[in-house]
């Protein structure tokens, strides 16, 4: 290949990579570079930025498609990213202590409150061994107190 057609096809690539990493960092996940290439550097560069964009995508669509179902009130679920590493695996595992607690407490509130409402309150239905933190904890204590001080 010419120099001239090679610089031509590496000013080619470089702007593909700089609009694909243009489009991450706005948001635009869905981005790929698509020009052909053969040289094996820039085949390379290619995979490096396509599989970024790859990772990236995967892991706000998990933590999004996680947020949601919480919100719509679906606890227990967990996001799962496959080969998840470093700050993506870190974001990944805080995002399913998070669900995998909030589920623990709703859950326990759940079942103390229910007990109640069968009319079965009494020290048996405290809330126990539930951990928590802040605004949850002041929620549980709260819950808690007003079923042991309930007439037996």
């Known amino acids: 290949m010419e120099p001239r057609e090679e610089l031509r096809l590496l000013k080619a690539v470089v702007s593909d990579v ?25 085949v390379q560069l290619m995979n490096v930025v396509n599989d970024m964009a790859e990772k990236l995508d995967s892991v706000v669509h998990e ?10 009130g679906k606890l227990g679920i967990q996001a799962r990213v496959k080969d998840a590493q470093g700050s993506w695996k870190e974001l990944t595992d805080s995002v399913n202590v998070m669900t995998a607690s909030l589920t623990v407490q709703v859950r326990a509130i759940a079942a103390a409150t229910s007990a109640t409402a069968r009319g079965q309150p009494g020290p048996r ?19 808690d107190n007003a079923i042991v001080g309930l007439p037996q």
Not at 63 to 72: F, G, L, S, T
């Open 125 to 143: 239905q405290r809330i126990t061994g539930v951990a928590a933190a802040g605004e949850m904890q002041d929620l549980l204590d709260s819950v």
């Open 63 to 72: 933590v999004v498609h996680v947020i949601k179902e919480v919100n719509h």
């Open 18 to 42: 700089c609009r694909v990493c243009n489009a991450v960092a706005q948001g635009d996940l869905s981005r790929r570079i698509t020009l052909p290439v053969v040289e094996v550097v820039m």
